[in-house]
Protein backbone atom coordinates (compact mmCIF):
# COMPACT_ATOMS: atom_id res chain seq x y z
CA UNK A 1 0.00 0.00 0.00
CA UNK A 2 1.17 3.58 -0.68
CA UNK A 3 0.28 6.71 0.60
CA UNK A 4 -0.28 9.28 -2.17
CA UNK A 5 -1.43 12.67 -2.25
CA UNK A 6 -3.62 14.13 -4.96
CA UNK A 7 -4.62 17.79 -6.09
CA UNK A 8 -7.89 19.03 -7.63
CA UNK A 9 -9.43 15.73 -6.10
CA UNK A 10 -12.68 16.48 -5.85
CA UNK A 11 -14.25 15.68 -9.21
CA UNK A 12 -12.74 15.30 -12.98
CA UNK A 13 -9.60 12.92 -13.74
CA UNK A 14 -8.81 13.85 -9.57
CA UNK A 15 -11.42 12.29 -8.50
CA UNK A 16 -11.20 9.09 -10.87
CA UNK A 17 -7.36 8.66 -9.79
CA UNK A 18 -8.44 8.75 -6.15
CA UNK A 19 -11.37 6.46 -6.95
CA UNK A 20 -8.84 3.91 -8.52
CA UNK A 21 -6.36 4.14 -5.77
CA UNK A 22 -8.48 3.31 -3.31
CA UNK A 23 -9.88 0.42 -5.10
CA UNK A 24 -6.48 -0.97 -5.45
CA UNK A 25 -5.60 -0.20 -1.66
CA UNK A 26 -3.95 2.55 -1.67
CA UNK A 27 -4.00 5.35 0.86
CA UNK A 28 -5.32 8.36 -0.55
CA UNK A 29 -5.00 11.96 0.80
CA UNK A 30 -7.15 14.06 -1.39
CA UNK A 31 -6.32 17.64 -1.33
CA UNK A 32 -9.30 20.51 -2.94
CA UNK A 33 -10.98 23.52 -2.16
CA UNK A 34 -14.32 21.99 -1.89
CA UNK A 35 -14.94 18.65 -0.97
CA UNK A 36 -17.55 16.19 -2.88
CA UNK A 37 -19.47 13.58 -1.95
CA UNK A 38 -17.51 10.64 -4.39
CA UNK A 39 -13.96 12.20 -2.66
CA UNK A 40 -15.56 11.89 0.57
CA UNK A 41 -16.18 8.38 -0.65
CA UNK A 42 -13.13 6.96 -1.30
CA UNK A 43 -10.55 9.11 0.89
CA UNK A 44 -8.38 8.27 3.84
CA UNK A 45 -8.21 11.71 4.68
CA UNK A 46 -9.37 14.89 2.94
CA UNK A 47 -7.67 18.20 3.41
CA UNK A 48 -9.69 21.03 1.87
CA UNK A 49 -9.34 24.81 1.55
CA UNK A 50 -6.25 24.57 -0.56
CA UNK A 51 -5.80 26.59 -3.55
CA UNK A 52 -3.01 25.47 -5.48
CA UNK A 53 -2.02 29.51 -6.88
CA UNK A 54 -1.52 30.23 -2.94
CA UNK A 55 1.96 29.87 -1.36
CA UNK A 56 0.59 29.82 1.98
CA UNK A 57 -2.07 27.66 1.12
CA UNK A 58 0.87 25.02 0.30
CA UNK A 59 2.58 25.90 3.36
CA UNK A 60 -0.72 25.05 5.33
CA UNK A 61 -1.15 21.85 3.60
CA UNK A 62 2.73 20.59 4.41
CA UNK A 63 2.15 21.63 8.00
CA UNK A 64 -0.64 19.06 7.91
CA UNK A 65 1.96 16.37 6.93
CA UNK A 66 4.27 14.45 8.52
CA UNK A 67 8.08 14.17 7.33
CA UNK A 68 8.26 10.84 4.96
CA UNK A 69 5.02 10.32 4.84
CA UNK A 70 4.06 10.31 1.46
CA UNK A 71 5.03 7.80 -1.65
CA UNK A 72 3.44 9.85 -4.19
CA UNK A 73 2.10 13.42 -5.01
CA UNK A 74 0.03 14.15 -8.05
CA UNK A 75 -0.26 17.57 -8.97
CA UNK A 76 -3.83 17.55 -10.57
CA UNK A 77 -5.54 20.98 -10.23
CA UNK A 78 -5.32 22.58 -13.31
CA UNK A 79 -7.94 25.17 -15.33
CA UNK A 80 -8.68 25.81 -19.00
CA UNK A 81 -10.10 29.06 -20.82
CA UNK A 82 -10.23 29.97 -24.21
CA UNK A 83 -7.94 33.65 -25.26
CA UNK A 84 -8.37 34.16 -29.08
CA UNK A 85 -5.89 36.23 -31.04
CA UNK A 86 -8.21 39.80 -31.61
CA UNK A 87 -9.71 39.36 -28.30
CA UNK A 88 -7.25 39.74 -26.10
CA UNK A 89 -7.92 42.45 -23.71
CA UNK A 90 -7.51 43.05 -20.07
CA UNK A 91 -10.08 40.64 -19.01
CA UNK A 92 -8.33 37.99 -21.35
CA UNK A 93 -4.98 38.98 -19.57
CA UNK A 94 -6.25 38.30 -15.98
CA UNK A 95 -7.56 34.66 -17.09
CA UNK A 96 -4.07 34.25 -18.65
CA UNK A 97 -2.20 34.93 -15.52
CA UNK A 98 -4.66 33.21 -13.36
CA UNK A 99 -4.15 29.95 -15.51
CA UNK A 100 0.00 30.34 -15.38
CA UNK A 101 -0.57 30.44 -11.32
CA UNK A 102 -2.32 27.48 -11.25
CA UNK A 103 -0.99 24.96 -14.27
CA UNK A 104 2.85 26.22 -14.11
CA UNK A 105 3.00 27.95 -10.72
CA UNK A 106 1.21 25.93 -8.63
CA UNK A 107 2.77 21.95 -9.60
CA UNK A 108 5.86 24.09 -8.93
CA UNK A 109 5.02 25.60 -5.42
CA UNK A 110 3.28 21.96 -4.60
CA UNK A 111 6.77 20.16 -5.45
CA UNK A 112 8.39 22.38 -3.06
CA UNK A 113 6.10 22.58 -0.31
CA UNK A 114 5.46 18.57 -0.29
CA UNK A 115 9.11 17.68 -0.86
CA UNK A 116 10.74 16.61 2.66
CA UNK A 117 6.67 15.10 2.98
CA UNK A 118 7.93 12.40 0.36
CA UNK A 119 9.53 9.24 1.38
CA UNK A 120 12.68 8.14 -0.57
CA UNK A 121 12.71 7.01 -3.73
CA UNK A 122 10.02 9.49 -3.66
CA UNK A 123 7.82 10.68 -7.01
CA UNK A 124 5.84 13.52 -8.17
CA UNK A 125 3.61 13.75 -11.04
CA UNK A 126 2.50 16.95 -12.82
CA UNK A 127 -0.89 16.10 -14.52
CA UNK A 128 0.07 18.60 -17.93
CA UNK A 129 -1.36 18.34 -21.57
CA UNK A 130 -0.21 18.07 -24.92
CA UNK A 131 -1.40 21.58 -25.80
CA UNK A 132 1.39 22.56 -24.09
CA UNK A 133 3.51 21.16 -26.92
CA UNK A 134 5.12 23.46 -29.30
CA UNK A 135 6.26 20.68 -31.66
CA UNK A 136 2.54 19.19 -31.64
CA UNK A 137 0.75 22.35 -31.78
CA UNK A 138 -0.81 22.27 -34.77
CA UNK A 139 -4.08 24.25 -34.79
CA UNK A 140 -3.25 27.60 -32.67
CA UNK A 141 -5.44 29.44 -30.22
CA UNK A 142 -6.03 28.69 -26.48
CA UNK A 143 -3.15 31.08 -25.85
CA UNK A 144 -3.12 30.88 -21.75
CA UNK A 145 -4.05 27.62 -21.24
CA UNK A 146 -0.85 26.88 -24.18
CA UNK A 147 1.33 29.08 -22.61
CA UNK A 148 0.91 27.67 -18.59
CA UNK A 149 0.79 24.40 -20.05
CA UNK A 150 4.53 24.72 -22.11
CA UNK A 151 5.54 26.71 -18.76
CA UNK A 152 4.74 23.55 -16.66
CA UNK A 153 6.87 20.75 -18.52
CA UNK A 154 9.96 23.16 -18.27
CA UNK A 155 9.32 23.55 -14.58
CA UNK A 156 8.94 19.63 -14.40
CA UNK A 157 12.21 18.96 -16.28
CA UNK A 158 14.18 21.66 -13.86
CA UNK A 159 12.89 19.39 -10.99
CA UNK A 160 13.53 16.40 -12.31
CA UNK A 161 16.93 17.82 -12.67
CA UNK A 162 17.30 19.58 -9.38
CA UNK A 163 15.54 16.31 -7.42
CA UNK A 164 17.61 13.54 -9.09
CA UNK A 165 19.89 14.25 -6.17
CA UNK A 166 17.64 13.84 -3.90
CA UNK A 167 15.89 10.25 -4.93
CA UNK A 168 12.56 11.77 -6.04
CA UNK A 169 11.36 11.53 -9.46
CA UNK A 170 9.39 13.95 -11.46
CA UNK A 171 7.25 12.80 -14.56
CA UNK A 172 4.71 14.79 -16.83
CA UNK A 173 2.01 13.66 -18.05
CA UNK A 174 -1.10 14.26 -20.62
CA UNK A 175 -4.16 11.92 -19.50
CA UNK A 176 -5.62 11.61 -22.99
CA UNK A 177 -8.60 14.37 -23.97
CA UNK A 178 -10.90 13.47 -21.46
CA UNK A 179 -14.61 14.03 -20.59
CA UNK A 180 -14.63 15.83 -18.13
CA UNK A 181 -15.86 19.53 -17.00
CA UNK A 182 -13.29 20.75 -18.36
CA UNK A 183 -13.87 19.53 -21.60
CA UNK A 184 -17.61 20.35 -21.78
CA UNK A 185 -17.96 16.57 -21.38
CA UNK A 186 -16.52 16.50 -24.72
CA UNK A 187 -13.86 13.95 -25.35
CA UNK A 188 -12.63 10.29 -26.37
CA UNK A 189 -12.01 8.44 -22.94
CA UNK A 190 -13.91 8.58 -19.25
CA UNK A 191 -12.05 10.18 -16.69
CA UNK A 192 -11.73 6.42 -15.14
CA UNK A 193 -9.06 5.17 -18.32
CA UNK A 194 -7.48 8.58 -17.91
CA UNK A 195 -7.01 7.56 -14.19
CA UNK A 196 -5.82 3.73 -15.45
CA UNK A 197 -3.09 5.26 -17.91
CA UNK A 198 -1.92 7.93 -15.45
CA UNK A 199 -1.47 5.71 -12.44
CA UNK A 200 0.40 3.00 -14.54
CA UNK A 201 2.98 5.64 -15.80
CA UNK A 202 3.49 6.90 -12.44
CA UNK A 203 4.42 2.89 -11.28
CA UNK A 204 6.70 2.77 -13.90
CA UNK A 205 8.34 6.21 -13.04
CA UNK A 206 11.78 5.95 -11.69
CA UNK A 207 15.67 7.76 -12.28
CA UNK A 208 15.75 6.43 -15.83
CA UNK A 209 12.07 8.28 -16.40
CA UNK A 210 12.50 10.77 -14.43
CA UNK A 211 11.98 14.37 -16.43
CA UNK A 212 10.00 12.53 -19.21
CA UNK A 213 6.53 13.53 -21.07
CA UNK A 214 4.55 11.11 -21.54
CA UNK A 215 0.54 10.18 -22.88
CA UNK A 216 -1.11 8.55 -20.30
CA UNK A 217 -1.52 5.60 -22.52
CA UNK A 218 2.45 5.32 -22.97
CA UNK A 219 3.49 6.87 -25.79
CA UNK A 220 5.83 9.19 -25.48
CA UNK A 221 5.40 13.23 -26.76
CA UNK A 222 7.66 15.60 -28.39
CA UNK A 223 8.03 19.09 -26.76
N1 LIG B 1 -9.88 16.74 -19.56
C1 LIG B 1 -8.93 16.73 -20.49
O1 LIG B 1 -9.17 16.36 -21.67
C2 LIG B 1 -7.52 17.15 -20.15
C3 LIG B 1 -6.56 17.09 -21.18
C4 LIG B 1 -5.25 17.45 -20.89
C5 LIG B 1 -4.91 17.82 -19.60
N2 LIG B 1 -5.87 17.89 -18.62
C6 LIG B 1 -5.42 18.29 -17.28
O2 LIG B 1 -5.89 17.35 -16.33
C7 LIG B 1 -6.06 17.99 -15.06
C8 LIG B 1 -7.47 17.70 -14.53
O3 LIG B 1 -8.39 18.22 -15.46
P1 LIG B 1 -9.93 17.77 -15.50
O4 LIG B 1 -10.26 17.47 -16.91
O5 LIG B 1 -10.23 16.78 -14.44
O6 LIG B 1 -10.62 19.18 -15.16
P2 LIG B 1 -11.86 19.59 -14.22
O7 LIG B 1 -12.90 18.55 -14.28
O8 LIG B 1 -12.17 20.99 -14.63
O9 LIG B 1 -11.21 19.58 -12.76
C9 LIG B 1 -10.23 20.54 -12.44
C10 LIG B 1 -9.81 20.31 -11.00
O10 LIG B 1 -8.81 21.29 -10.68
C11 LIG B 1 -9.24 21.99 -9.53
N3 LIG B 1 -8.74 23.36 -9.50
C12 LIG B 1 -8.86 24.32 -10.44
N4 LIG B 1 -8.28 25.46 -10.01
C13 LIG B 1 -7.78 25.20 -8.78
C14 LIG B 1 -7.08 25.96 -7.82
N5 LIG B 1 -6.74 27.25 -8.04
N6 LIG B 1 -6.70 25.37 -6.64
C15 LIG B 1 -7.03 24.08 -6.42
N7 LIG B 1 -7.71 23.31 -7.27
C16 LIG B 1 -8.09 23.86 -8.44
C17 LIG B 1 -10.76 21.96 -9.58
O11 LIG B 1 -11.28 22.27 -8.31
P3 LIG B 1 -12.65 23.15 -8.10
O12 LIG B 1 -13.79 22.18 -8.17
O13 LIG B 1 -12.45 23.78 -6.76
O14 LIG B 1 -12.68 24.15 -9.23
C18 LIG B 1 -10.97 20.53 -10.02
O15 LIG B 1 -10.80 19.65 -8.92
C19 LIG B 1 -5.80 19.49 -15.31
O16 LIG B 1 -4.48 19.82 -14.96
C20 LIG B 1 -5.98 19.62 -16.81
O17 LIG B 1 -5.29 20.72 -17.35
C21 LIG B 1 -7.16 17.55 -18.86
Known amino acids: MSRILVTGANRGIGLALCEALAARGDEVIGVCR ?10 ARLIEGIDVADPEALLRLADTLEDGSLD ?16 IDAAAIEEMIAQ ?21 PGRIAII ?9 NDSGGSYGYRMSKAAVNMAG ?6 LAGDDISVGLIHPGFVR ?5 GQGLIEASEAAAG ?26
Not at 81 to 87: D, E, F, H, I, T
Not at 105 to 120: D, F, H, S, V, Y
Not at 180 to 184: C, K, Q, S
Open 34 to 43: HASPGLTACA
Open 72 to 87: VVIANAGRLSSQRLGA
Open 100 to 120: YRINAIGPLLTAQALRPKLRR
Open 128 to 136: TSRMGSIAD
Open 157 to 162: VSLAHD
Open 180 to 184: TEMTG
Open 198 to 223: ILARIDELNAKRTGSFRHSNGESLPW
